[in-house]
């Protein structure tokens, strides 16, 4: 499957950003999809990740109760809301997708499958 995200930019803090990743290539509804981000000379790290039906979720705890993922499989597209955003968010943000893995992973070498990232900065 290959992902194509999008939806960054340049947002003030305290402002929302809805990224989007779309999937293509293969049946997309059964893979488990994650949002991962990567701040500039530091390691990527888990933002959020969701099961093939949508009942179970995972957040970093950095981001829980300000970031929301969901996912429409009709569109085999995975979004990524962002509310109340801090400049500490500021990253490269990446989707991810993996069709082994039976939990809602939050380890980056579980997922198979990622897209190219999209940047995202928040300013102060």
Same mark, same amino acid.
């Not at 293969?26 to 969701?50: H, N």
């Given at each position: 499957?290959?992902? @194509? ?6 947002? @003030? ?13 293969? +049946? ?48 085999? +597209?995975?979004?990524? @809301? ?17 069709? +082994? ?14 897209? @190219? ?8």
């Amino acid at each position: 499957v290959q992902l @194509q995200a999008s939806g960054g930019g340049l947002v @003030q803090a305290g402002g929302s950003l809805r990224l989007s990743c779309a999937a293509s290539g293969r +049946t997309f509804s059964r893979y488990i999809v994650g949002w991962f981000r990567q701040a500039p000379g530091k390691e990527r790290t888990f933002v959020a990740a969701l099961s093939w039906t949508g009942h179970y979720t995972n957040y970093a705890d950095s981001v829980m109760g300000r970031f929301a993922i969901s996912r429409d499989n009709a569109k085999n +597209t995975v979004y990524l @809301q962002m509310s109340r955003l801090k400049p500490e968010d500021t990253a490269v943000y990446y989707c991810a997708a993996d069709d +082994t893995i039976v939990e809602v992973s939050s380890i980056p070498g579980q997922y198979d499958y990622w897209g @190219q990232g999209t940047p995202v900065t928040v300013s102060s």
